[in-house]
């Protein structure tokens, strides 16, 4: 019998400003804090929201004005 331990490869993408990312964490941890006979191989990716944001970020303000207009960006100021 082989006593190498089964070895699992996950690449996980998730968003690091996420609660629910942060909340699957936190349970993926726990499930594998209960392996005993697995090797993890984690692979950690980020989400990215926007892709076409530019190398040096872009004025917030504009960008909710865009997106939701005046007195949308307002409001969630």
Not at 1 to 16: A, E, K, T, Y
Not at 21 to 40: N, Q, S
Request: glycine share 6%; charged share 35%; proline share 8%.
């Amino acid at each position: 019998m082989d006593n190498q331990p089964r070895v699992l490869h996950l690449d996980i993408i998730s968003d690091v400003i996420c609660p629910w990312c942060f909340i699957g964490k936190r349970k993926l941890d726990a499930a594998l804090g209960e392996l005993e006979d697995l090797r993890v191989n984690l692979i950690w990716r980020p989400f990215q929201l926007d892709p076409t944001t530019p190398p040096d970020g872009y004025d917030r303000r504009k960008e909710m004005e865009k997106k939701f207009g005046a007195d949308g960006a307002r409001k969630l100021a």
